[in-house]
């Protein structure tokens, strides 16, 4: 069991253009969750999502930044436009119901 | 609404010493709180969960203590090594929702050989 995977570890973009965060969850995982940690602060909340459905986008920004867990393949954050105050690591963690998270690596977006 | 705060920020201490970090929360209501280590440019590692209902918890050298009425958690490190340098964060989740995580910023802590 490879855990969760997170693709890819680095990502550089300049201003205005898109990332795409890639995360693979647990062999058996159906959860998936992206949080943000800006530098020097906790992390945030951003999307919780279960296959082909949204549950609960509170945390993410209204405009920007979208999320999905197709039926097949990973979950994918992306982020359009990016700007300087994207720069943050993205985490994925995933769990079956009701049990505890396994986290990913991060992917660390860095926006020049 | 929910706030994790972890004192102090960063600490260095020499090898061999047993240390406690800290960990509070504004609100009482939890399900339980999670302890978790950070290396630089890896993911996070679940350490110790204490459920609500529990007083402490303890895996190896680490012991986790909860008091929830005065809202607050204390991760013990006894017998400190140089793999112990790491950033340990706290995180509960809040009543209304058992599954998001609300998380203190971390503490950094060095241990010197």
């Known amino acids: 069991n490879a855990g969760v995977m997170q693709n890819p570890r680095h990502l550089v973009r300049r201003r205005g253009q898109e990332a795409r965060l890639r995360c693979s969850p647990m062999?058996?995982?159906?959860?998936v969750y992206w949080y943000r940690q800006l530098p020097e602060e906790g992390l945030k909340f951003m999307v919780y999502l279960q296959k082909e459905n949204i549950i609960d986008e509170s945390g993410m920004p209204k405009e920007r930044f979208s999320a999905e867990f197709p039926k097949e393949g990973p979950s994918i954050l992306r982020i359009q436009q990016v700007v300087r105050g994207d720069s943050a690591a993205y985490f994925c963690a995933s769990s079956e119901q009701g049990r505890g998270y396994t986290f990913g690596s991060g992917t660390r977006l860095t926006v020049v | 609404k929910q706030e994790v705060t972890q004192i102090p920020a960063a600490l260095s201490v020499p090898e061999g010493e047993n240390l406690v970090l800290n960990c509070s929360f504004t609100d009482s209501a939890i399900y339980n709180l999670q302890w978790f280590r950070q290396d630089p440019g890896k993911g996070l590692t679940s350490l110790l969960l204490i459920q609500s209902s529990q007083r402490e918890q303890t895996s190896g050298r680490l012991n986790a203590s909860l008091d929830k009425s005065s809202g607050r958690s204390t991760l013990y490190i006894a017998a400190s090594q140089p793999g112990d340098s790491a950033t340990y964060l706290c995180a509960v989740p809040p009543m209304d929702s058992n599954y998001q995580l609300i998380w203190g910023a971390g503490t950094k802590l060095i241990i010197k050989p």
């Open positions: 062999k058996g995982h159906s959860h």
